[in-house]
Each structure stands twice: as structure tokens, then as C-alpha cells.
């Protein structure tokens, strides 16, 4: 298993339900209809909230020298609230018509909690930068025929992101 969710076991928290503007990892298994590939270990900043789950800016669906770029940009957008680290998030959804800030959309993703595989695990306020910065992405691609599994190199889901990105898709 990558290391986001066994090594932050000791440095995050297991939670029951996900809040918004913070950020978590956990383990993912989608629905073969939901989608042509997934990643399994997402590493989000939950944005909204819905009945059954959650959407959230999911890093690892563009490179780590993207991560680094979106988190700067996105840094404007950080609070304190009783004393821990929040993202704004209703300061955020007027930038997403922005082309500056098209790298978050496209990795905006929704989460169902009935096929979470793993609890949540807040990540410590103190190291979100290191987190996102070296977080493991896994993808699977689903068959839609066969419905069978596999791993997707991260390079091509970055590949497609940064279509999306650049509106070249």
C-alpha cells in the first residue's frame, strides 16, 4: 500500500465524516459505472459536501511540480478557524471560471462513503506542503466491458489532466 495513508496513521486522525476546506487521504475503490479510471489513494481538500459522499480538489491527478504550482495559488485561500489550518472554499468557487485556477477543476472529483475503503485520515495542518508534495497516487482503470481492473500509469492520467488544463481535449 503507498505510504500517504500507513505513515500518516501516526501524524493525521481518523475521522467519521469529512469537513469541509480540510484536507484528507484515504483508501478508494469506485463503482465500474462511475468512471474510466480512479485513483485509489486520493489525497483531497474537501469542497462540498453532498448526500452519500463529498467532492474534493484531488491532487494527485496532476504532476508534483503541478501540485507545488496549485498549492501556491490556492494558498491565498487558507484560514485559520479555532486554530487549525481551513481552506476557504466558498472564496474559492467564483476562481474556478478562471483559467488560472483550471488545474483545481480538473481535479475536482466526487467520493461516494459507501465505497470508501479505508476510514479518513485528516492530515495535520503542519504538513499539508509535504503531503501533497510526495503523496502516492494509484490508478486503476476499469474495463467497462469486462468490468476487470488494472493499474494506469500516473504519467497518462497527468497527460490527460493537463489536456483538460490547457482546454485540449
Given at each position: 500500500m503507498p505510504n500517504?495513508?500507513?505513515q500518516l496513521q501516526s501524524k493525521g486522525k481518523s475521522v467519521g465524516t469529512a469537513r469541509m476546506g480540510k484536507l484528507y487521504t484515504f483508501k478508494y475503490m469506485a463503482t465500474e459505472d462511475m468512471t474510466p479510471y480512479y485513483d485509489m489513494y486520493p489525497t483531497i481538500i474537501v469542497i462540498r459536501r453532498f448526500t452519500g459522499g463529498f467532492s474534493g480538489i484531488n491532487f494527485n491527478y496532476i504532476d508534483h511540480e503541478k501540485r507545488k504550482v496549485l498549492l501556491k495559488k490556492l494558498s491565498g485561500l487558507f484560514g485559520k478557524q479555532s486554530g487549525q489550518k481551513i481552506f476557504n472554499f466558498k472564496g474559492f468557487r467564483p476562481l474556478l471560471g478562471?483559467?488560472?485556477?483550471?488545474?483545481a477543476l480538473v481535479c475536482v472529483r466526487n467520493y461516494k462513503f459507501k465505497n470508501l475503503r479505508s476510514p479518513l485520515v485528516q492530515v495535520d495542518d503542519s504538513i499539508?506542503?509535504?503531503?501533497?508534495n510526495r503523496c502516492d497516487e494509484?490508478?486503476?482503470r476499469v474495463n467497462p466491458i469486462t468490468k476487470s481492473r488494472s493499474l494506469m500509469r500516473s504519467e497518462l492520467v497527468w497527460r490527460n489532466s493537463l489536456k483538460r488544463i490547457r482546454g485540449t481535449d
Open positions: 500517504s495513508i500507513g478562471q483559467r488560472a485556477y483550471r488545474s499539508w506542503d509535504e503531503v501533497l494509484m490508478f486503476v
